[in-house]
């Protein structure tokens, strides 16, 4: 399985992003989906995610201004990022769960200016 991201890119404190994640493989099977982030010197850490069944959790840090959602018609993952600030800079995976495999996709890096 093959995750490819993108969506990243410079925004002002206060702005919003969407970042994508295409997958390979139809995501109807997918059992969890997920965005993670690794900030500079700091690990990776979860920040949504979405089952096969449309639940959805966040991190404390995001709740209320980040949405995840999907689009199995396309294959996609998203991650819709509102309010941001400095703090939400880093590196943002795209993660899939399908049975007992688990893909991590390329990173997009996300930088939120003061």
């Known amino acids: 399985v093959q995750l490819q991201a993108s969506g990243g890119g410079l925004v002002q404190a206060g702005g919003s992003l969407r970042l994508s994640c295409v997958s390979s493989?139809?995501?109807?099977?997918?059992?969890?989906m997920a965005w993670y982030r690794q900030a500079p010197g700091k690990q990776r850490e979860l920040v949504a995610s979405i089952s096969g069944t449309d639940s959805t959790s966040y991190g404390d840090s995001v709740k209320g201004r980040f949405t995840i959602s999907t689009d199995r018609s396309k294959n996609t993952l998203y991650l819709h990022m509102d309010s941001l600030n400095p703090e939400d800079t880093g590196v943002y995976y795209c993660?899939?769960?399908?049975?007992?495999?688990?893909?991590w996709g390329s990173g997009t890096l996300v930088t939120v200016s003061s």
């Open positions: 493989r139809s995501i109807f099977n997918a059992d969890t």
């Open positions: 993660y899939a769960r399908y049975g007992p495999g688990r893909y």
